[in-house]
């Protein structure tokens, strides 16, 4: 199988091969991105959501959700915006900051996000949507994409309105996290439908949801057609899923790697002890911490001391200590 015949191309930017990172506050940083460019596999990788009104004035040098290196490329940044306002300079700030494309939050459901008329609420009230669509696509020329979920509930003419309008207005691609707006991560996503708004537009649409296994990525593609797919929690415990997906599934030529599970941990926490300030670090690795301790049988231990820490060396203290003690756990593994 080529993966040049699978790679994704939009407004010269070539997303190769399709497997992209969701953006996820408090985890897509930096450090996680890094560790994923690593492994290799991930076609595009992303920030978390950037709150446009802020976005101008935060320094990229020392800002935790701007800080990054030359090795996390292609990068995508995604503005969380409501204020038409907002547009222009957070926009050219981007451009400022070599952004590689520029996403659009429409699916993020907290509250505190959608009383400000962001996220998940431009999907109820889609005049707003179109007017920061139309103000994204007349300032910039880089690939603009759309982060959708599906509805309040499931109907299907207003779905295909809004999606009908994101591709009218201008928007490259469209990706697709297969739930409603009330529906916990938990539940099964709804491939079947990223398969209805794959009939309804020519720009390319990608499915997101409960993608944890090689697996789950052939079965999601099989029953969605996507032209590509994005990962979030999967890729946060095994930051290796993008590359097993992309040899397994895409035929790419990228090595099974090796995995020690403490050494990548431990990359994890110099990373972050880096990259950001004293304040930010714990937050950071209890966030990651909770789904990384998924890749073990009794991983809540890990993820309630981590949780339960009060310092990063009380925290690293009590990792060295779960690895030390967890002999049932292989070290290394191959997957
Ligand atoms: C901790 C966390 C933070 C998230 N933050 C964002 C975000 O900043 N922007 C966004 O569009 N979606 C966000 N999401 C949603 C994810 O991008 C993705 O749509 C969701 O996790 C489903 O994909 P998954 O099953 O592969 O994790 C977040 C999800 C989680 C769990």
């Not at 593609?221 to 895409?250: H, Q």
């Not at 950001?276 to 009794?298: C, D, I």
């Amino acid at each position: 199988m080529s993966t040049i015949a699978h790679a994704i191309r939009v407004r010269g930017l070539e997303i190769c091969p399709p497997l992209l990172q969701a953006p996820m506050a408090g985890l897509t940083h930096s450090a996680l991105r890094q560790i994923v460019s690593g492994f290799g596999g991930a076609g595009l990788l992303s920030t978390e959501m950037l709150l446009a009104s802020r976005l101008p004035t935060e320094n990229p040098g020392i800002s935790p959700y701007l800080v990054r290196t030359a090795r996390e490329k292609p990068l995508s940044y995604q503005l969380l915006i409501s204020g038409d306002m907002d547009v222009g300079p957070a926009v050219d700030k981007l451009h400022d900051l070599g952004a590689d494309a520029i996403d659009l939050n429409m699916g993020c459901p907290d509250w505190s996000v959608g009383r400000s008329g962001a996220g998940f609420a431009l999907m109820e009230n889609p005049e707003s949507a179109r007017r920061l669509v139309m103000g994204a696509r007349r300032r910039t020329d880089l690939p603009l994409t759309a982060k959708i979920r599906l509805g309040v509930g499931l109907d299907e003419p207003r779905l295909k309105d809004f999606c009908a309008m994101l591709e009218g207005e201008g928007i490259d691609m469209v990706s697709v996290h297969a739930r409603l707006k009330k529906e916990p991560f938990a539940r099964r996503p709804r491939w079947e439908w990223v398969a209805r708004i794959k009939e309804w537009l020519r720009i390319p649409v990608i499915a997101n949801g409960g993608i944890f296994t090689v697996e789950d990525a052939g079965d999601c593609l099989s029953v969605s057609g996507a032209d590509g797919l994005m990962l979030g929690r999967g890729a946060v415990a095994r930051p290796w899923l993008f590359a097993d997906i992309a040899r397994e599934v895409y035929g790419c030529d990228i090595a099974a790697p090796r995995v020690s599970l403490p050494l990548l941990y431990g990359t994890f926490t110099d990373l972050i002890k880096e990259l950001f300030p004293p304040e930010r670090r714990l937050g950071r690795l209890k966030e990651f911490t909770h789904h990384f301790a998924r890749n073990y049988q009794f991983g809540h231990q890990l993820s309630s001391r981590i949780q339960g820490s009060r310092t990063m060396t009380q925290a690293e203290e009590r990792s060295a200590d779960f690895f030390k003690n967890n002999p049932e756990c292989p070290g290394e593994k191959n997957t």
